[in-house]
């Protein structure tokens, strides 16, 4: 069962996910908001001149140390949950901490970097150029919840082959 530790483990990778996955993406679009040009609403993708093939290259580099990270993070936690006792944890409470874990990183992206740094303090690195004026699209809170249950559906389908090396 998820005893008190466990949730501290849980709130600890959780908050480490978050806070290593929120430096890459900040540090990423202060390098190049381009990199994360899919992600703009429409209406920016649409006035701003398509990706170089620099910065296709570049938004695969990231997009694979993002993910690396991620599943990385992950992977960590799975070895960890496998140092309890044989039998000790079910498939039900790998799933819930593995869960939970990514979700506390989907909360931390929808609420900190998307609501607050994105569509509050809007800095103007994340400002595209040849879309400025458009800021208030980043306001489409439609748009952040639906990213955010899609990344919720991202959580709970991930955690199902972590959640399965945990107990085998």
Not at 17 to 44: E, F, H, M, T
Not at 53 to 79: I, N, P, Q
Not at 117 to 145: C, N, Q, S, W
Request: glycine share 8%; net charge positive.
């Amino acid at each position: 069962m998820l005893d008190t530790l466990a949730l501290q483990r849980i709130l600890m990778n959780g908050t480490v996910l978050s806070l290593v996955l929120g430096v890459i993406i900040l540090g990423s679009l202060r390098y190049n908001a381009r990199l994360w040009l899919q992600d703009y609403p429409k209406p920016i993708r649409d006035k701003v001149p398509p990706l170089s093939a620099v910065e296709k290259r570049e938004r695969l580099v990231l997009g694979l140390m993002v993910m690396g990270v991620l599943f990385g993070g992950v992977f960590l936690t799975t070895l960890q949950l496998r140092t309890y006792p044989a039998g000790a944890v079910s498939f039900g409470t790998a799933y819930l901490h593995i869960f939970l874990m990514l979700a506390i990183f989907n909360l931390f992206d929808a609420v900190v970097l998307d609501l607050f740094v994105i569509t509050l303090l809007k800095p103007r690195f994340v400002i595209l150029p040849g879309a400025e004026g458009m800021e208030y699209l980043f306001h489409d809170y439609r748009k952040h919840l639906t990213d955010f249950l899609k990344g919720t559906a991202f959580c709970a389908i991930a955690s199902l082959p972590f959640s399965l090396v945990a107990v085998l």
